[in-house]
């Protein structure tokens, strides 16, 4: 019986055309993952590569003064990229993967971003995640809205209820054949996004597939309860599209405007004019004020006296400081909004599995906005580090020669944040079980005629 449901399916061109079409793209989707891995191995070796010569270059050619040295050099930390980041870039096309800093004023580098084509940014990549998201509902609806009503609209459903012992499982193998090809298909494409993406088979890899199975079950699930409402094909058809429509576009936009509006961030421009201003203030008001805020900041460096000089540059990197402590409020209120947004968005989604889906995807690829909030901390770690090493040398005006200079390699960041398969999988297992038991329910309760 299998064998025959599965051979009338497969025979129809309709079903042949939207399983190629979705072969095809999510081809194209792997090949936009490895155009993106490849720019961001290509960014990494080029800030390596920079840096090196960028550093010998003006230590060569500010050799007096290592505070006038330290102005110029940027040192560079790395968001690590992995491998199933190919597969749901997420947030990485807007937020760069690599900050480059000197040890001045940090809030006024911290958001700098690539320049980039907003057209480009708006219509987003189509990554994998975007196929299994938006792509596959689709023709997992265009697969199921009928599988019923066609045969009673066609007349022939009396007699395969005739000739089936049990209709509900007859209906029950129509459904399992349409898995079985989606799950082969999404698994097709999965396997091959390891071989071409260098994918390897970890913890993060299974997640990403459990994942993206019980999504795809998620929509069989919500074909399963509306055809069980035994409606006629058209009805099934624009109330699943409706659906599909809610879900993907609709409910996450006025999501996304209710989170924006309930937790408004200051922008980081204003942040960064803030810091600005702050630090340009500086050059007009008494030193001492300054000198005062430096040491209450940093009281090991007390013993470094102001000198009588108009210019220096323990003043100057005073100032620099004094720039980012005027704008720490203001910007430890962005961090927490945008942590507030962050947990907000995972909360409610927790109640939307498409919405839900999307933010664990790009949970897993360290793509979300979580994975930014940390590579943000580490920059300012990162910086407070290049200051506490470099600050005692400005101050005693260390010879620029006796620095190994080559010693300062990009550093790299990896976010160890642990995968919770709870988190990710149980609220899809709850709504596919409470889908498929209304529909069972449903189809118990009707006599099929």
Request: some cysteine; charged content about 20%.
């Amino acid at each position: 019986m299998l064998v025959l449901l599965f051979k009338n399916f497969i025979r129809s061109k309709g079903t042949k055309i939207g399983l190629i079409f979705l072969l095809l793209i999510g081809f194209i989707s792997l090949l936009t993952g490895k155009q993106f891995q490849e720019k961001q191995n290509q960014n990494i070796t080029e800030a390596a590569v920079y840096q090196k010569e960028h550093i010998a270059r003006n230590a060569a050619f500010h050799k007096d003064e290592v505070g006038l040295l330290l102005y110029y050099v940027k040192f560079s930390l790395v968001n690590k990229t992995f491998p199933v980041n190919s597969l749901a870039i997420g947030q990485r096309d807007v937020n760069p993967s690599i900050q480059s800093v000197t040890i001045r004023g940090l809030e006024a580098q911290k958001y700098d971003a690539e320049l980039n084509n907003p057209n480009n940014l708006l219509s987003g990549n189509i990554d994998f995640s975007f196929v299994l998201i938006y792509l596959f509902p689709l023709l997992i609806i265009a697969f199921t809205y009928n599988i019923i009503s066609e045969e009673k609209e066609s007349g022939t459903w009396k007699i395969v209820a005739t000739q089936t012992g049990n209709t509900f499982f007859y209906i029950v193998k129509l459904f399992y054949i349409r898995i079985l090809s989606l799950m082969a298909l999404f698994s097709l494409l999965l396997f091959t996004a390891v071989l071409v993406l260098n994918i390897p088979l970890d913890g993060a890899f299974f997640a990403f597939f459990g994942l993206g199975i019980l999504y795809i079950l998620f929509w069989f699930a919500v074909c399963f309860f509306i055809v069980s409402l035994q409606k006629n094909s058209n009805f099934n058809a624009v109330i699943l599209l409706t659906i599909w429509l809610f879900f993907i576009i609709i409910l996450p936009a006025a999501i996304n405007t209710y989170i924006v509006n309930k937790y408004p961030v200051p922008e980081a421009l204003e942040l960064t004019v803030k810091q600005r201003n702050a630090y340009h203030e500086k050059w007009d008001m008494d030193k001492k004020i300054t000198m005062d805020k430096f040491y209450a900041h940093y009281p090991q460096f007390k013993s470094y006296s102001l000198p009588e000089a108009e210019f220096s540059w323990l003043w100057y990197y005073a100032m620099q400081q004094a720039g980012d402590d005027d704008s720490a409020k203001q910007s430890n209120e962005l961090a927490a909004k945008l942590v507030q947004r962050n947990e907000a968005s995972q909360f409610i989604a927790l109640f939307i599995p498409t919405l839900h889906t999307q933010i664990q995807l790009n949970e897993i690829a360290k793509s979300d906005l979580g994975n930014q909030l940390l590579f943000l901390k580490e920059t300012k770690d990162f910086h407070e580090k290049l200051r506490l090493y470099f600050y005692p040398k400005i101050f005693d005006n260390a010879p620029v020669d006796q620095e190994n200079w080559s010693k300062f390699k990009v550093e790299t960041f990896s976010d160890k944040s642990e995968i919770s398969f709870a988190k990710a999988f149980l609220p899809l297992f709850i709504f596919n079980l409470l889908l498929i038991g209304f529909g069972w329910r449903n189809f118990k309760r009707n006599v099929f005629s």
